[in-house]
């Protein structure tokens, strides 16, 4: 297993301009929040590897990682998991503005914050919706049960029958 880092050392880690690098290391991109449900990384590390070269006056960066990823389905709310690939990049340049692109809020001086670079990047890498399966049934809007294990016919509403306390909204006309 590669060496934990949080933070890395870019003036050891490349040392001279036009010099490349390459080094394997397990991040903890920590716990992602979307919508009041939590995700993470399953084990709590990831395998990553960030390749670096040293410009002129500053450092071009990549890292790259995939992993197994953990939390609720967004239709059914049951336990998900799912594996998301993180290819981001990154160029920092003394002198530049970070509306130009040309400054990395991940890079001060020769330190690189790889814990909150990786944190960033897998909220950008994650899917637009975080599901259990493909083809996950989500909630019964009435009774709130799980689609995908119950007979559909078990969930036929005296709502969905005209019956129930909201039938009279369905006699509106919108003309």
């Known amino acids: 297993m590669a060496q934990r880092a949080d933070i ?16 394997d290391v397990d991040v903890d991109p920590g716990e992602l929040t979307f919508g009041d449900q939590t995700y993470a990384v399953e084990g709590g590390a990831a395998a990553a590897r960030v ?3 040293r410009t002129a006056a500053g ?4 890292l790259r990682f995939e992993t197994p990823v953990e939390g609720p389905c967004v239709r059914c709310l ?5 594996g998301v690939r993180v290819d981001a990049r990154e160029v920092d340049q003394p002198g530049g503005s970070e509306e130009e692109g040309l400054r990395s809020p991940y890079v001060d001086g020769d330190e690189l914050d790889l814990a ?5 990047a897998l ?3 994650m899917p637009a919706q ?3 399966r493909a083809d996950c049934r989500g909630l019964c809007p009435v009774c709130g049960a799980s689609l995908n294990d119950s007979d559909p016919a078990a969930h036929r509403h005296e ?3 005209g019956e129930g306390p909201m039938a009279k909204l369905r006699e509106i006309r919108f003309d």
């Open 159 to 161: 709502d969905e029958a």
């Open 123 to 125: 909220a950008l890498a």
């Open 116 to 120: 909150a670079w990786a944190h960033d």
């Open 78 to 82: 049951e336990g998900a998991e799912m």
């Open 59 to 62: 450092y071009a960066l990549r």
């Open 8 to 23: 890395l050392d870019l003036a050891r880690f490349v040392r001279s301009p036009g010099e490349g690098s390459r080094v």
């Open 130 to 132: 975080f599901l259990c």
């Open 51 to 53: 390749d670096g070269s």
